[in-house]
């Protein structure tokens, strides 16, 4: 399984930015996929996540003002992300396991999507 994220760039504090995370395989559907970030000097952290039965699941840091939601037709899992802070600077991977049942350990990984949020 390939997953592609993208949608990342520099926007400035209380922006919003939609991450977007693509998967070689036609039953996305059927996946528990996770957003993870990583910024400089920092361990990676989970951000978000949503099963296979559509439950999600959100860092407090990220709650009210991220949002994941899945698209089944383009096999694709989005982050939206709305009242960005300067704070959430980071490099964004999105994560699967086939029917997976963890919040926080997946099998496929993606290559990771630049975000940076101006002061």
């Known amino acids: 399984v390939q997953l592609q994220a993208s949608g990342g760039g520099l926007v400035q504090a209380g922006g919003s930015l939609r991450l977007s995370c693509a998967a070689s395989?036609?039953?996305?559907?059927?996946?528990?996929v996770g957003w993870f970030r990583q910024a400089p000097g920092k361990e990676r952290e989970f951000v978000a996540a949503?099963?296979?039965?559509?439950?999600?699941n959100y860092a407090n840091s990220v709650k009210g003002r991220f949002t994941i939601a899945r698209d089944d037709a383009k096999n694709a899992v989005y982050l939206q992300m709305n009242s960005l802070k300067p704070e959430d600077t980071a490099v964004y991977y999105c994560?699967?396991?086939?029917?997976?049942?963890?919040?926080?350990?997946?099998?496929?990984w993606g290559k990771g999507t630049q975000v940076t949020v101006s002061s």
């Open positions: 994560a699967a396991t086939w029917y997976g049942t963890s919040w926080f350990d997946y099998d496929y």
């Open positions: 395989v036609r039953t996305f559907s059927t996946y528990a």
């Open positions: 949503i099963t296979w039965t559509d439950s999600t």
